[in-house]
T-cell receptor, first 121, second 113 residues
């Protein structure tokens, strides 16, 4: 498809179970982001992948959260031993190019998927 | 600390009643300011990127402007279908070596017919 694709769109899981959320970015986009949006809250940064560079994991809230990006394309966000406070919408985004210290950035806008609504019961 | 603040939190307008949304930012070395629209149950939809003070961009009834401290999203003669949450975001400061976006908490706009 032309846009960022996330699956599943909804996930209900029991407390303590592990979950995997998938993101398929726009073809050719080198940067991929995961954000979390809790009800009525802003977007909380989780992790960012840029090409072959080491990911920026500074937003992951605990060691129960991990993410990988295989082959520079599809990404999976894994949450182990889920807790009720993990309930939120998990959003993935991708962008064409970024320049961490670029003087004249361009094509840096991020395009978001529809999100995965995670409910931990 | 890099920061983005949006105001008002919520705004109700009558159809045709023009207004502006504000996004104030504090970041060392601005590398773009981004506006998004988010409808309930959906991911944010990209609207505009502004890179330098004085820049303006338009799309239908929306116009975004940028100064050195803030951005405005002007909505002219809004329609009910413009009802949504409008988000702005900036990348972390240029010296951070990373490109994660900092989002404001958004302005919830409701346009009444």
């Amino acid at each position: 498809g032309a846009g960022v694709s996330q699956s599943p769109s909804n996930k209900v899981t029991e407390k303590g179970k592990d979950v995997e959320l998938r993101c398929d970015p726009i073809s050719g986009h080198t940067a991929l982001y995961w954000y979390r949006q809790s009800l009525g809250q802003g977007l909380e940064f989780l992790i960012y992948f840029q090409g072959n560079s080491a990911p920026d994991k500074s937003g992951l809230p605990s060691d129960r959260f991990s993410a990988e990006r295989t082959g520079g394309s599809v990404s999976t966000l894994t949450i182990q031993r889920t807790q009720q406070e993990d309930s939120a919408v998990y959003l993935c985004a991708s962008s064409l190019s970024v320049s961490p210290r670029g003087v004249n950035p361009s094509n840096t806008e991020a395009f978001f998927g529809q999100g995965t609504r995670l409910t931990v019961v | 600390e890099d920061q983005v603040t949006q105001s008002p939190e919520a705004l109700r307008l009558q159809e045709g009643e023009s207004s502006s949304l504000n996004c104030s930012y504090t970041v060392s070395g601005l590398r773009g300011l981004f506006w998004y629209r988010q409808d309930p149950g959906k991911g944010p939809e990209f609207l505009f990127t502004l890179y330098s003070a004085g820049e303006e961009k338009e799309k239908e009834r929306l116009k975004a402007t940028l100064t050195k401290k803030e951005s405005f999203l002007h909505i002219t003669a809004p329609k009910p279908e413009d009802s949504a949450t409008y988000l702005c975001a900036v990348p972390e400061g240029a010296t951070s070596g990373t490109y994660k976006y900092i989002f404001g908490t958004g302005t919830r706009l409701k346009v009444l017919a």
